[in-house]
């Protein structure tokens, strides 16, 4: 059983690097008869294959695509650059994609060969990301997530709270949410017995996993709506609520979902939510909308967006810093 189970992953492998082989080419390579070759083609087929043969002296076997996608035999470097190419993407902001990074980073890595790891570690080090809005997250926290999340088992973690207070933190993880600008962990919180939203990025050790947990029911049915309701309000120091003259379809196909929550004001206008840190962020992105808007909330960023229009006033006449400025006067924030 496991000399066949070895020669029919060496006759996958032997199938991937080369787009058709004769089945004496096939036959010689692993020194086998072609009656055995023909009969592990079955075996492999039987396993989810998509194995195409053609008849004839010019003939062979070629792999194809298939229905499903079954296992791949990743040589070493192919393994390193496939799980590189995960651990950037699941940092990255392209949305729709980095869940599904984390997933397939989370399983390669735990199939991972011993001798690989410290390459791979080495190799991620090496890699730097320039800074953006975008709230940084190490990959390798969110595997870990994700595997406990696969696994069903509780994690423990140090968590920076919204005060820059950090507490010890117990959970049950449930899901992994990506916005585009942060990620956040759905989790039932054990000590405090309430469900919970946690920005990834104020995760400040590696989840440590522990205890197999029974599985409850999710606070909502849509999760990515639950998230988006949560996220507009507690994880920010701010919460900023504008009006857009403009409607709701015309909003949404300019802003999208991942920076704001976005409800109709009538037929002609748009009331945007949104959480922030940093008051400069939101003014950036309303800009970028080349939309009229009327500022609703907070005060803060009302004041900051007169400062920031005054500044940028005062560049386009040429006249430079006030005498305020130079004297150290703080900008709003």
Not at 59 to 85: H, I, R, S, T
Not at 201 to 206: A, G, K, V
């Amino acid at each position: 059983m496991i000399q066949t189970s070895a020669r029919l992953l060496q006759l996958l492998s032997l199938l991937q690097v080369r787009r058709e082989w004769t089945g004496p080419a096939l036959a010689e390579r692993m020194q086998v008869t072609e009656r055995t070759i023909r009969r592990d083609i079955d075996k492999l087929r039987n396993l989810g294959y998509p194995i195409h043969a053609s008849p004839g002296t010019a003939g062979g076997y070629q792999l194809g695509a298939g229905a499903k996608l079954p296992p791949l035999l990743l040589d070493d470097n192919e393994a390193l650059a496939v799980a590189l190419g995960l651990n950037s993407m699941a940092a990255g902001a392209v949305a729709g994609l980095g869940e599904a990074s984390v997933r397939a980073l989370a399983k390669l890595e735990q199939v991972l060969p011993s001798r690989l790891q410290p390459k791979f570690a080495m190799s991620r080090a090496a890699v730097t990301t320039l800074p953006n809005p975008a709230a940084s997250v190490d990959p390798k926290q969110l595997t870990v997530v994700s595997s406990a999340i696969a696994d069903r088992r509780q994690i423990s973690f140090d968590y920076q709270k919204q005060d820059g207070e950090s507490a010890r933190r117990l959970v049950e993880p449930y899901r992994l949410v990506d916005t585009g600008r942060r990620w956040y962990l759905v989790a039932w919180d054990v000590e405090r017995e309430a469900w919970r939203t946690f920005r990834a990025d104020r995760i400040q050790s590696l989840p440590s996993e522990r205890k197999k947990y029974v599985p409850r029911p999710l606070p909502a049915k849509d999760i990515g709506a639950y998230v988006q309701q949560s996220i507009s309000r507690s994880p920010y120091r701010y919460e900023v609520v504008v009006r857009l003259y403009a409607p709701l379809d015309q909003v949404a196909a300019m802003a999208g979902p991942q920076a704001a929550a976005l409800s109709a004001d009538g037929a002609d206008c748009t009331i945007l939510r949104g959480g922030w840190d940093r008051l400069e962020y939101p003014a950036a992105h309303l800009a970028s909308l080349d939309l009229d808007f009327e500022i609703l909330e907070p005060e803060e960023f009302k004041g900051y967006a007169l400062g920031l229009a005054d500044r940028l006033a005062r560049a386009a006449s040429g006249a430079g810093r006030t005498a305020a400025d130079r004297n150290g006067t703080p900008t709003p924030q």
